[in-house]
C-alpha cells in the first residue's frame, strides 16, 4: 500500500480501464453513424437520417467522456512514469504525439462541424464530416495501439550510453509487426461495442413498443455489423493475436491459459481456478490437445508452460490473468452464439416477433465493454513485471520523486470525479435513449439539436 | 534542431494560449456578461464548435513536447505532480460543464454547470500563469533532474525550497487571469450583439486596464528575482521583438477597444499574450527550466531526444501542423461572424 509503483500502476490502470469505456463506443459508432447516413443518402429516407443524428448525440456525449478522460492518460507518463518517460520518451512519445497531430485535431474540427453544421451547410458536408469523425477516431486507436505494441515488442531502437533507448528507425516503429493483429483485434472489438449498444437501444424499442420503426433500423445494422465484428474477433484477429502471443511472449500465452507446466498436446481450459500454491488449475474441464492445434496448428506439438520460466520472469498476477482471459473469450463466444441466432432470425423476418432473443440482444449490452476491458487487461497484465517487454521493469519505471500518498490522493480524487461523472452520463444517455430519435425538428434543416 | 524544437514547443503552447485562451476566458466570465439563460446559451454557442479543437493545442503541445524532450517532460511533470493533476481537474470538469450544460431544461442544473464552468476556467486561467511564473522562477532540481514542489512553502519565491504559490507565482497567475479575460471578453465581443456585446466590451476594457496594471510589477519583480534573464536580451537585441509585439499588442488594444473595432482587439490581446510568451522564453534559452541552483538548469542539450528522432518528428509534425492549419481555417472560415440566438444547439 505505500509502494508508489504499485498505487501508480492502480492509477493507471484505473484510469485507462475507465477512459476505455468511451472510445470503444465512439471508434464503432462513428463507423456506424457513417453507414447510416450513407444510406440516408442513398434511400433519401428521413429515418436513416434521424437514426444517424440520435446516434451522433450519444456519441456526443460519449466523445466528451472519452477526451475529458484521456487528457490524464497523457499526463500520467510525466507524472507518475517519469522514469519510464525519461528511458523511452523519444519513442513512445513519437505515436503519442502523432495522434495529437493527425487524429484529434481532425477529429474535433469534423466533429463540430458534424454536431453544429448539418442546417447549415448541407447534407454532403455532414455524411464528409462523419467520414472525417470517423477516420479520426480510428487513426486515433491506431497510434494508441502502436504506442502500446512498442511496449509490448520493442522494436526501431538503439541502445544509449546513458540507460535509455534511442529512436533508430521510425518505420520499424510505425510498422511494427505487433501492430496489425492487435489493432484489428482492437477496432473489431469497438465495432462489436458499437453493434451491441445499437442492437440493444433497438431491441428495447422493439420490446416496449416504443419507436418501433428506429427500432427495427438499429436491430437491423446493429445485428449484422455485431455478426461480422464478433466472428471477426475470433477469427482471423483473435487467432492471430493468439499466435502473436505464443511466438512472442510465450510466458504470457502459459499464463493466460492456466498452464503450468509444459505438455506436448496440450488442451485449452475451459473452466478451472488456477492454484498458485499447487502450480495447478483446480476443477478444470478442458479440450484436449486444442491449444497446440490453435497455436502451431499441430495437434501434439509442445506448449511450454510456467515452469518452463523463471519466477521472477512470471506476470505479477498469474490468476487475474487468467481469468481476463477466460471472461474475453467466454463473453466473446456468447456474443457469436446471440447474434449468430439473431442474424439468422434476421435472414428469415422473424428477429423482431422473436421477444426471447430481443431480451437477449437488449442484455447482452455490457458484454463487449466487459470482454474489451478483459482484453486490454490480458495484454497489460501478461507483460508484467516489464513496463517495455524485456528492456524496462515497471518497479523501474516509475518517478522517483512522488510519493505514494501524493498518488493515493489523485488516485481518490480520479475515483470521486469518475463516480460522478458516470452517474451523469449515464442518466443523460438513458433520458437520451428515453426520448428517441424522434424528438426536435424534422428534415435536413434542422441541427443536430444537442438541447433541442 | 534541439533549438528548432525550443520554438517549435513554444510555437504550439502560444497556439494553445491564444486559441483555447479566448474561450478559458469567455468561461470565467460569461456569468458576468451574460445575464439570462439565453445569453448564456449565446456564449456556449460562440465557443461550442471549437473550444474542443482549441484544447486539442495543449494535447499536441503535451505529446510534442513529450517526445521531443523526454527529460523535460518527466522531470517537470513528476515535480509539478499535485498542480498538474488539479489542472487535469480542472480541464475535465470545464470540458463537462460545456457540454452537459444544454442535456437538461432545468435551472438548477443549468446554474450548477454555469458555475462549475466559471469556477474552473478562472482557476485554469490562473493555474496556467502559475506554472508560466514557477518555470521562470526555477525549480529546486537536483544533480539526477528531478524535483518535487508542494503546493506551496513559505510563499517567498527566493527561498531554496519554493512551493508552486508564492507571491511572484501567484502575481504571474493573476496577470494571466487579467489578459485571459480579456482576450475571452474580445472574442465574445466579436461574435455577439446587443447587450452581450456591449458588456462584453466593457469587460474587455477593465481587463486591459488590470493587465497594464498588472505588466508592470510582473516584469519588474521578474528581473529583479531572475536578472540573468537580461542577459539573452544584451546579447541578441533582436529578441527586443518579443516584448515590443507585447508593448504593441497592449497599445493596440487600447486603441481598438476605444474605436470599436473587435476584430482588432482580439488580434491585440492575442499579440500581447503572444509576445510575453516569446519574451520569456526568449530570455530563458537555452535552458527549458531553470534550477534553483544554475547547475542543475535543464537546458535543450540535456533535455532533448536524439537528433534522429527529432529529424523525423520535423517531417511528420509539418505535415501534421498543415493539415490541423487546414481544418482550422475551414472550420472557422464556416463558423465566422456572429452568432445569432435562433439556429442550432445550446
Known sequence: ?452 | MATLWFVLVLFMLVMYVLLDGFDLGAGAIHVFVAKTDAERRMVLKAIGPVWDGNEVWLIAAGGTLFFSFPVLYASSFSGFYLPLMIVLWLLMIRGIAIELRSHLKHPMWATFWDAAFFVSSALLAVFLGAAAGNVIRGVPLDASGYFFEPLWTTFDPASPTPGILDWYTVLVGLLALAILVTHGANYLALKTEGALNARARRLALGGWGATLALTVPVTLSTFWLRPEMWGNFARAPWGAIFPLAAILGLIGMGVCLRRRREQGALVSSGAYMAGMMASSAFALYPRVLPAVDPAHDLTIHNAATSPYGMAVGLVWWSIGMVLAAIYFVFIYRLFRGKVSSEDGPY
Not at chain 1, 519513442?91 to 474535433?108: D, H, N, V, Y
Open chain 1, 1 to 452: 500500500m505505500d509502494d508508489p509503483t504499485l498505487v501508480a500502476r492502480w492509477q493507471f490502470g484505473f484510469t485507462i480501464l475507465y477512459h476505455y469505456l468511451f472510445p470503444q463506443l465512439t471508434m464503432g459508432l462513428a463507423l456506424l453513424i457513417l453507414i447510416l447516413k450513407s444510406i440516408y443518402l442513398r434511400k433519401r429516407d428521413e429515418r436513416w437520417n434521424r437514426s444517424a443524428r440520435f446516434w451522433g448525440k450519444i456519441f456526443a456525449v460519449n466523445f466528451v467522456m472519452g477526451v475529458v478522460t484521456g487528457i490524464p492518460m497523457e499526463f500520467q507518463f510525466g507524472t507518475n512514469w517519469a522514469k519510464f518517460s525519461v528511458f523511452a520518451g523519444g519513442i513512445i512519445a513519437q505515436t503519442l504525439a502523432m495522434e495529437g497531430a493527425f487524429a484529434f485535431f481532425l477529429e474535433s474540427a469534423f466533429l463540430g462541424l458534424f454536431l453544429f453544421g448539418e442546417r447549415r451547410f448541407g447534407q454532403r458536408l455532414h455524411w464528409f464530416s462523419a467520414l472525417m469523425v470517423w477516420l479520426g477516431t480510428w487513426a486515433s486507436g491506431y497510434f494508441i495501439i502502436a504506442t502500446n505494441a512498442w511496449m509490448q515488442h520493442p522494436v526501431g531502437y538503439r541502445s544509449t550510453p546513458g540507460g535509455g533507448v534511442a529512436l533508430a528507425d521510425y518505420w520499424a516503429v510505425l510498422l511494427n509487426p505487433w501492430i496489425p493483429a492487435q489493432y484489428m483485434h482492437a477496432m473489431g472489438g469497438a465495432l462489436l461495442t458499437g453493434a451491441c449498444v445499437m442492437s440493444a437501444v433497438g431491441a428495447f424499442y422493439l420490446l416496449s413498443h416504443k419507436h418501433e420503426a428506429y427500432g427495427r433500423i438499429f436491430v437491423k445494422v446493429g445485428v449484422i455489423a455485431g455478426l461480422v465484428a464478433s466472428v471477426f474477433q475470433l477469427y482471423p484477429s483473435g487467432d492471430w493475436s493468439g499466435v502473436q502471443v505464443s511466438a512472442k511472449q510465450p510466458i504470457k500465452l502459459a499464463a493466460m491459459e492456466g498452464l503450468f507446466q509444459t505438455e506436448r498436446g496440450a488442451g485449452i481450459a475451459i473452466l478451472g481456478q488456477p492454484d498458485m500454491k499447487a502450480q495447478r488449475l483446480d476443477n478444470p474441464l478442458v479440450v484436449p490437445n486444442a491449444l497446440s492445434f490453435l497455436t502451431y496448428r499441430a495437434w501434439s506439438a509442445e506448449i511450454k508452460g510456467l515452469d518452463a520460466f523463471p519466477r521472477d520472469q512470471w506476470p505479477s498476477s498469474v490468476p487475474m490473468l487468467y481469468y481476463s482471459y477466460h471472461i474475453m473469450v467466454g463473453l466473446g463466444t456468447i456474443m457469436i452464439a446471440v447474434m449468430g441466432l439473431s442474424g439468422l432470425l434476421l435472414w428469415r423476418r422473424r428477429l423482431y416477433q422473436a421477444r426471447w432473443l430481443l431480451w437477449g440482444l437488449m442484455l447482452m449490452a455490457p458484454f463487449p465493454y466487459i470482454a474489451n476491458s478483459a482484453g486490454w487487461m490480458t495484454a497489460e497484465l501478461g507483460r508484467q513485471p516489464w513496463l517495455v517487454y524485456g528492456l524496462l521493469r515497471t518497479v523501474d519505471g516509475a518517478s522517483p520523486t512522488v510519493s505514494s500518498g501524493s498518488i493515493w490522493f489523485t488516485l481518490l480524487g480520479f475515483a470521486g470525479m469518475y463516480a460522478v461523472m458516470g452517474m451523469l452520463f449515464v442518466l443523460l444517455v438513458l433520458r437520451e435513449i428515453a426520448h428517441g430519435p424522434e424528438i426536435g425538428p424534422a428534415g435536413p434543416e434542422s441541427a443536430l439539436g444537442v438541447s433541442a
